[in-house]
């Protein structure tokens, strides 16, 4: 299975302030097709996860566009500029190129 | 818009099984698949599998092969995920999703005696 390992596991930040989480895979996540099937999600606490970023750089339906993702092959960035309250809970990036799909860990974004 | 509606919590006994829907409205039902992903308290998230509600196909986590079956009801848009010889282990919030666009609110299923 691919490993996602993710970092930091925690962070700290204070209200409009800019934050990057890492993600890195074990293997490259280009898939056959081309494409690189990377997302991105955000779980509110007691809330389901949402999908932020999908396919490493593409925003998801409603996002704003505080959030953006890069990388490639096994290496990927999710940034938060200019954090609001609304953005404090767990991401999660996950893997979907390889079957089993597998997410990082997590990264709980707290207020500083 | 696209909703899936998962099924209530569930208290079981070790050693049984526990039966939980999920719903789909707002989109064709067979054109994408369902996945399946486990949360245990205070934990990661966890890929179970999926089916392809057209075809039936499904592909399992190697962890959970024998733990998990899944099926559909095309007529009622429906999916389904049985879980069998229930340990405490299994307590978790299992949620449904779709192309992790779209997700269920999750069905808490707790195993104790």
């Known amino acids: 299975d691919v490993v996602m390992t993710q970092t930091p596991p925690s962070l700290s930040v204070a209200i409009g302030q800019s934050v990057s989480i890492s993600c890195k895979s074990s293997q490259s996540l280009v898939h056959s097709d081309g494409k690189t099937y990377l997302n991105w999600l955000l779980q509110n606490p007691g809330q389901s996860p949402k999908r932020l970023i999908y396919?490493?750089?593409n925003l998801g339906s409603g996002v704003p566009d505080r959030f953006s993702g890069t990388g490639s092959e096994k290496d990927f960035t999710l940034k938060i500029s200019r954090v609001e309250a609304e953005d404090l809970g767990v991401y999660h990036c996950v893997q979907a190129t390889h079957v089993p799909h597998t997410f990082g860990a997590g990264t709980k974004l707290e207020l500083k | 818009q696209v909703q899936l509606q998962q099924s209530g919590a569930e208290l079981v006994k070790p050693g049984s099984s526990v039966k939980m829907s999920c719903k789909a409205s707002?989109?064709?039902?067979?054109?994408?698949?369902i996945y399946w992903i486990k949360q245990r308290p205070g934990q990661g998230l966890e890929w179970i599998g999926r089916?392809?509600?057209?075809?039936?196909?499904?592909n399992y986590n190697e962890k959970f092969k024998g733990k998990a079956t899944f099926t559909v009801d095309k007529s009622s848009s429906t999916a389904y995920m049985q879980l069998s010889s229930l340990t405490p282990e299994d307590t978790a919030v299992y949620y449904c999703q779709t192309r992790f666009a779209y997700w269920g609110q999750g069905t808490l299923v707790t195993v104790s005696s």
């Open positions: 707002g989109y064709t039902f067979t054109s994408y698949y």
């Open positions: 396919q490493v750089s």
């Open positions: 089916i392809g509600p057209g075809s039936g196909d499904t």
